[in-house]
């Protein structure tokens, strides 16, 4: 079967000769993305029979299993029609032969385990300690956890799009989340750079942050020779072969993804109508004032402007920076309350947790993720936390407020200015009022340790 091998060729011939400076490029680029993931669904769906596909949003994208009716644009672009239109016969009967093959083997499909496999999406934006919750679920050993995906994604759609809309680029990310939570890994081989061959790359993101990339059988004997940028931690590999981590995935009985890269909750609704998942949406928030402090260590270059603010005296604070600010809290601050809102399509399926709550109560936090998620923590999971945070082995114990990350979590408080934590404040004061993390009023608040700026919430109410 050589799905895989073939798409990316495909994909990346088109979008060669697509390449193009008019507007209607990336327009097209992402219309014709969305043709080919979605052709890909309809594969994956024809071969898993016995389930009825929901009619989605998205099927508005074909009619009839005709290319989605791209070509409506006045012909102000530089590319003639007639070249679009060979793309796409042959692009199409490529697809057809695809689709053909799958239909005969029903490759993708086979092995899955019985039972309730669960879908878990971990929601989050940088520095509000994703890659420590992920940890929760990357060290259980019946879960399959993939950890930043669309990080290629996001790479290669920015270096086609340039400063494409930001919808175009979360519709293209929500549908390769669709595509891996069905374990088709291989939709990543269209992202990838450069691509594998062979379904075989060293270039996998990250790949020794999944656990699951990285134990038998997918990981395969070293190679010498072959430098991987992301290797196993633990264990040396030879290159991620991605069509044994496919299986692997479906021999898991579930899967986790980690995500910082989309935006807002309602984008993710095909993904939980889709009756061949079932997610659970948990997502993460942190004090956007400690989130700024740590982004501007950790991106210094990006956050340039905030740190040479931060040490200069008066001068007033970028306007572009402060509104980039306020559009980060609100996309979080919106996105949890339509979580927390409970829609009929999303009821059981979302989760709102504060990264202070789970420094401070990490086993708790954990078994309740878990118990959100419908499966059973493993005493391996809890081992992991305890010994990387000094929980004590049982949370209810009066030692629970005595712990390492109970201590870290706020040391933000005491390397910014004053003036920092009061634009934040102001700026961000909804999601901040939402997610009960108190404003201090002046310089000596913030810095006194005896004065919490958590609010204790036992459940979150959107007001
Ligand atoms: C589009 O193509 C038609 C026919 O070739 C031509 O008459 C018209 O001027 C073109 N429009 C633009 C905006 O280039
Ligand atoms: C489709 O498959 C046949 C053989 O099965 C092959 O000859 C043909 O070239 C394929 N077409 C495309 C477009 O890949
Ligand atoms: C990758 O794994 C598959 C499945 O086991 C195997 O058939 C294929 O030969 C492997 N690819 C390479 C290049 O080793
Ligand atoms: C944090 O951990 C270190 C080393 O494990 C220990 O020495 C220290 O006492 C701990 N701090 C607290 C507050 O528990
Ligand atoms: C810190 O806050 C506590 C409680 O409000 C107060 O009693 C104490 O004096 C404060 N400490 C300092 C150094 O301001």
Known sequence: MDRGLAWPKNIRDLLQSLRMRSKYAIILVFAIALFIIEKENNIISKVSDKLTLKQSPQALLEVNGTPPNLLDLENGSLLSLSELDSAFSQLRSHLDNVTWQLGGSQAAIKGQPKGPRRHVLLLATTRTGSSFVGEFFNQQNNIFYIFEPLWHVEKMVSFIAGAANAVGSAIVYRNVLQQLFLCNLHILENFITPPPEDHLTPFMFRRGSSQSLCEDPVCTPFVKKVFEKYHCKNRQCGPLNITLAVKACLQKEHIALKTVRLRQLEFLRPLVEDPRLDMRIIQL????????????????????????????????????????????????????????????????????????????????????????????????????????????QDSSGIYSTQKNSSVQFEKWRFSVPFKLAQVVQNVCEPAMKLFGYKPATDPETLTNRSISLVEEIASFQVT
């Open 285 to 392: 928030v942190r004090d956007p004032r400690a989130v700024l402090a740590s982004r501007m260590v950790a991106f210094s270059a990006k956050y340039g402007i905030w740190k040479k603010w931060a040490l200069e005296d008066a001068a007033s604070m970028d306007e572009d920076e402060i509104l980039k600010l306020k559009g980060n809290c609100e996309n979080i601050r919106l996105s949890a309350e339509l979580g927390l809102r409970q829609p009929s399509w999303l009821r059981g399926r979302y989760m709102l947790v504060r990264y202070e709550d789970i420094a401070r109560f990490p086993l708790q936090k954990a078994r309740e993720m878990y118990s959100f998620a419908g499966i059973t923590i493993t005493s391996q999971v809890e081992k992991w936390i305890a010994k990387n945070t000094q929980a004590p």
